[in-house]
DNA sequence: CTGTTAGCGCGTTCAT
DNA sequence: ATGAACGCGCTAACAG
């Protein structure tokens, strides 16, 4: 690539002339800016955003942790930030946390590098250890978590309203006529603790007794579907069955459907199932699975234009929470509501 | 952020000595580096790699377009590449190709400021125009292409062996029982015309004919459901129906079967269908889809190693093509084969 | 209008 | 063993 310094030499003025001239300083006189102009045009000349970086103490890079790339939530989330990060300079650096996770260098070592100016976090299987939230902590950028909390620490935050998700998937379950319900989730991360706060809270109101047995949680950290089909198996083995599930998210919606047929479930007649998340498997499976709708694209436009927000100053992310709205999709997992009867 | 003179500052001594006694420089007395480290440690002090990229004329970075984050296949790739690249210090800058696109600026304009060491390109839903094509070659560094090539252009490339691929896929409806072969794929792209003229060779060399009306092309640029289904309807509802289809994604493998269900087949008795991607939707399916394995992660792992060498002047990937296999993964639905009933 | 100078943070000579 | 000086590519303040 060439360098002011030569394409000033190919002209027969000074490299400082060509910086002005190619961004239409006023004081450089019109032939010398078509020279110029001419000549980088011809060696497709592009500014070294890196060096910009070190002068301005801005790098316009944003560190992005992110656990699996092919998450489509995620990845939707992800392309919402991008786009609005990317309208004001920024680059995304990306790292996947669970590859970082175990080895000997900080995680965060590269963000802090390449000078990040922000970081966005998306969730994690588990909640990282200390160390590694006291590196977070040192990094003089602002950190923004998506769709996911860490007891007692204070970055910024955007995710689901989860706790009117879990009132609401179970309100639904009971207007469908359900009167044992079960809930299946996953341990140890926030947005699951939230659903199913809400879950209980709403049926603690409607005084509605869930049984303990009913409620099952199934491991996060590696998504195997096998061992969770047997752990499923079990659950609808029992002689004292729940009428009506609601999942925390529609991968297991999906294969909670799946052996609850194998055991003779017939749905939504015997068993109506709740997912999260609409995902486009919740379409596709036979039957299709009701969920609720996230609003991936939202929480990053939100999460992005925080970090923005932050980084001009106009504002603290510190301890800032934002909660987006969740919506009811009724699929076929579920019978229509009494109501409606 | 710290720098090395405040740090020499700090211990009385010059900003060298500092940059010395971090790397472990043998000049340098045992006492200084101590003092030194101590401090840098103190304050988290990170090298600047954006300037340690401008002196060594290496960002270490590379510039990843991709089209779709929450793709399952191309995340896992790019989990791959990420991890051999990162290890050899390189940090990713992702960009996505559908955003850029119809933009007025240069789709690569921030890869070529950033000073990319090299470029991943996975694949588009359509081929790009020819200034976006001729921008990729005036970009100083190596490109290689994901899973996607363009004719006649000569950037490296690696990618599934599709044509291999298609003929297992005919080989396996065959053996199936299958005599009235359907494929069902999308236009455009060059893995789909590699899966295509696999499947059509090795039908011509078995002397199967096909029935020009079994071939259906579904669009590719938008993911459209409901559009599929309506094509697809109108093809289950012809008299003259295939029994085995070679759907090209597991995608429209599963919708396939959505639809000619609700059309009355029965699967696999009166119709066999075989996807390819062995996503996870396939397993999750009722019932479970015949599809084919790729490898994602050797893909990945293959073209991080390609960029890595190209860069370091091992090798010159210009036109460089490597396929990796595929494999059947036999499920539900397909019969088992003639042969071993 | 244009050129010189200084400086961003760092590594690498070359002196001391 | 340590420091001064130069350069990477670029911008900005000043001088001409």
Redesign the pocket.
Same mark, same amino acid.
């Given at each position: 690539?060439?360098?002011?310094?030569?394409?000033?030499a190919l002209c %027969?003025?000074?490299?400082?002339?060509?910086?002005?001239?190619?961004?239409d300083?006023?004081?450089?006189?019109?032939?010398?800016?078509e020279k110029v102009k001419a000549v980088a045009r011809k060696h497709h000349?592009?500014?070294?955003a890196?060096?910009?970086g070190?002068?301005? %103490?801005r790098s316009q890079c944003i560190g992005v942790a992110i656990n699996n790339f092919g998450d489509p939530y995620s990845g939707a989330i992800l392309s919402a930030a991008q786009e609005i990060l990317h309208d004001s300079g920024y680059d995304l650096i990306v790292i996947p946390w669970d590859l970082m996770v175990g080895r000997n260098e900080g995680i965060f070592d590269r963000f802090a590098c390449r000078r990040a100016d922000g970081v966005l976090l998306f969730p994690t299987s588990k909640v990282p250890d200390a160390k590694t939230i006291s590196q977070l902590k040192g990094l003089d950028s602002p950190v923004i978590q998506i769709d996911q909390s860490w007891d007692g620490e204070e970055f910024g935050y955007v995710g689901s309203d989860n706790h009117s998700g879990g009132r609401d998937a179970i309100r639904l379950l009971l207007r469908g006529g359900c009167s044992q319900i079960g809930i299946i989730g996953y341990p140890g991360v926030s947005s699951g603790t939230e659903r199913l706060a809400g879950a209980l809270n709403e049926l603690a109101n409607r005084k509605v007794e869930i049984n303990p047995k009913h409620i099952l949680e199934l491991s996060s950290e590696k998504e195997d579907d096998e061992e969770s089909c047997r752990l499923l198996g079990e659950y609808f083995s029992s002689c004292d069955k729940p009428d009506g599930i609601f999942c925390f998210n529609d991968r297991i919606g999906v294969l909670a459907i799946k052996v609850a047929k194998k055991h003779g479930l017939s749905i939504p007649d015997e068993l109506q199932v709740v997912g999260f998340g609409n995902l486009p498997v919740s379409f596709l499976n036979a039957p299709s699975l009701t969920t609720f709708e996230q609003q991936p694209h939202l929480i990053g436009k939100t999460a992005g234009q925080m970090l923005l927000d932050c980084i001009n100053q106009k504002n603290n992310v510190s301890g800032k929470r934002v909660e987006i709205a969740v919506k009811a999709v009724r699929r076929e997992s579920t019978s229509i509501s009494v109501a409606e009867k």
């Open positions: 690539m060439i360098s002011l310094k030569e394409i000033g %027969g003025v000074s490299e400082s002339t060509v910086s002005k001239a190619l961004k300083h006023p004081a450089v006189s019109a032939a010398t800016k000349y592009q500014p070294n890196n060096v910009q070190i002068q301005s %103490g």
